[in-house]
């Protein structure tokens, strides 16, 4: 009873979060979990973005190169090498991380908006590659008839199914992230994003931690990318074009830099908006556009600014007794 | 007297500026040296050549019999060697608290994943490093402060809270550049205490200053550098009525005290 009752302390967000999502999905309408699921998987991209950005303040404009990775990847090899659709999304996700590897060594010289603009360009790469590259992605005519998931040879083809599946690695991926950012090594990547060469002074390997922000971002961005193509079954490079990045990074700045809740939250909200927001076609950019500025003017801290989930607590004790021991005001 | 450290020849020259020209001195073992003369004398240079923080042109830097020449700042952080910056650099949006417990974090051999597999193991490596941390601030004397941002403190806290992320370390040297500048005299006159009460705990300590009488009050040893290079050295009462330290230093000008 008592482990249940601090679960839910401890949890109550995401329980909300899950409570939120279900109500449209109880509903039963297939569209509705077709919506959840999207909200799911840009809940994964949110996550990668703050984890690179938000964490460690390594700004990256060019995500959506690693959920192409992370699509292509996975597509093409359960495609043409028979994988098993659920082994080849994480190896899709190893991939990206391998790409974000690379993409991490450079991001050691650059900074701030130069390393955004690298980032972009990379992005720009991956889309071109997957463009001219023919015999592989079959270029701009794109891959259909992607294998759906099969779990023991339960295959996974309804709204349900997918909702379910998502909201699995949803969670697998959350509770990591969040034990490892309320962890010191959260710590490190937000001295980090302070100020770098005062976490080099007092011992920091910030090389290390720089790159293993980006590689675990592109993990996460690259399962969120493999599951899309297998819940799609068709992808082609126009899904992966810059726009794509931006709105992650909207649906970041809207729930908060350094906080999963937030981003969560950011994820939902935009997803399920530019649903609502339909018949108003290509005006919907605007009201992406008047979003992000309002944000930054009155509330910069986003989501996680109006929850009270924001970084002051990353490395906080987790036990109760100890936390208002060191929370409690006053004497010595 | 063990020398901790040994500087050998030691230069720096950005372009054609030689901002530390060939200097050799030794640091001793649990005492306080100061490292003063007038601006743009090198002393800063110098002490960013121990961190690591700049390379030498040329010449040696011995820690412990070690030469920390062209090893990165947390490579020299790791080896024994904490600093303070001029500028202070703190955490800004992280609490006291954060700050001090971000740098106990490279004295723990915790691999990143331990957090998210075994998160019990690491929760329990993590409550040593808490207490650690408030005990560390409680020596410093900004405890009451522990939940505050860094960004919000004191002009003087926020140095306190500077040297005691270095501490949290664990050092054996601690390089201080200009502790007290721009502090009112209570102000500093905690800081001197509290490097006293260092000193008795011995920790060594080079001291970058300009407050002549904080110098004064705990260098056991100086070291006068102009245009990057040394012209003094020895106890503090040598050097005040040292000649050329008067005439580099304290200036023909006449005048005394903070020069």
């Known amino acids: 009873m008592d482990k249940t009752k601090k679960f839910i302390k401890e949890y109550y967000l995401q329980i909300f979060g899950l409570l939120l999502i279900s109500i449209p999905v109880l509903k039963g309408n297939s569209y509705y979990y077709q919506v959840a699921t999207m909200c799911g998987i840009y809940c994964l991209f949110t996550i990668s973005v703050n984890l690179v950005t938000g964490f460690t303040g390594q700004l990256t404009l060019g995500q959506v190169a690693f959920y192409a990775i992370g699509a292509y990847s996975s597509t093409i090899l359960a495609m043409k090498f028979s994988v098993p659709v659920l082994l080849a999304m994480v190896l899709g996700g190893l991939i990206a991380a391998v790409f974000g590897l690379l993409i991490g060594f450079p991001a050691l010289r650059l900074s701030g908006v130069y390393l955004g603009i690298a980032t972009l360009g990379f992005a720009e790469i991956v889309r071109q590659v997957s463009l001219i590259w023919v015999n592989l992605t079959r270029g701009p005519l794109g891959i259909p008839g992607i294998p759906r998931p099969n779990i023991f040879g339960l295959v996974i083809d309804t709204g349900f199914g997918y909702f379910a599946l998502i909201l699995a690695i949803l969670s697998i991926v959350y509770i990591a992230v969040d034990r490892l950012t309320k962890s010191k090594i959260g710590l490190v990547f937000l001295t980090i994003r302070e100020d770098e060469t005062a976490a080099e002074s007092i011992g920091i390997n910030i090389a290390f931690y720089k790159i293993l922000a980006f590689v675990l971002s592109a993990f996460i961005a690259g399962i969120a990318g493999a599951f899309m193509a297998h819940f799609i079954t068709y992808i082609s490079p126009s899904n992966f074009i810059s726009a794509e990045s931006f709105l992650v990074l909207s649906m970041y700045v809207l729930g908060g830099p350094a906080s999963l809740p937030g981003s969560i939250g950011g994820a939902i909200v935009l997803t399920v908006a530019s649903e609502a927001l339909r018949f108003l076609q290509g005006y919907r950019q605007i009201f992406y556009g008047v979003l992000l500025i309002a944000i930054i003017l009155f509330k910069p801290e986003g989501i996680s600014g109006i929850l009270k989930t924001n970084k002051i607590t990353v490395g906080l004790p987790k036990n109760k007794e100890e936390l208002n021991l060191l929370l409690k005001e006053g004497k010595n | ?259």
């Not at chain 2, 410093?140 to 919000?152: P, S």
């Not at chain 2, 809270?161 to 006159?189: F, H, Q, W, Y």
């Open chain 2, 1 to 259: 007297m063990t020398h901790i450290l040994k500087i050998n020849n030691l230069s720096k020259h950005f372009g054609g500026l030689k901002a530390v020209s060939g200097i050799s001195f030794g640091i001793e073992e649990c005492k306080i040296s100061g490292l003063i003369g007038p601006n743009g004398s090198g002393k800063t240079t110098t002490l960013n050549m121990i961190s690591g923080l700049l390379t030498p042109t040329a010449g040696e830097i011995y820690f412990k019999d070690t030469n920390i020449v062209g090893k990165k700042m947390a490579e020299i952080n790791r080896m024994g060697i904490a600093r303070t910056f001029q500028q202070i650099r703190l955490f800004p949006e992280l609490t006291c608290f954060q700050n001090v417990l971000a740098a106990r974090h490279t004295r723990e051999g915790e691999a990143w994943w331990h957090p998210i597999v075994m998160p019990k193991k690491s929760e329990a490596e993590a409550k040593k490093s808490r207490q650690k941390s408030l005990e560390i601030l409680d020596f410093v004397g900004i405890y009451e402060h522990r939940n505050t941002q860094a960004k919000n403190l004191s002009y003087g806290n926020q140095r306190k809270l500077e040297i005691a992320r270095a501490l949290a370390t664990e050092p054996k040297l601690l390089l201080l550049d200009e502790p007290v500048a721009g502090m009112n005299p209570t102000e500093s006159e905690g800081i001197v205490s509290l490097l006293k009460k260092l000193r008795a705990d011995g920790l060594t300590a080079i001291l970058v200053e300009h407050t002549m009488n904080v110098v004064m009050n705990i260098c056991d040893d100086i070291v006068v550098l102009d245009m990057g290079q040394i012209i003094a050295e020895g106890k503090p009462a040598e050097i005040l009525a040292n000649q050329r330290v008067i005439d580099a230093y304290l200036g023909k000008r006449g005048g005394k005290g903070d020069a």
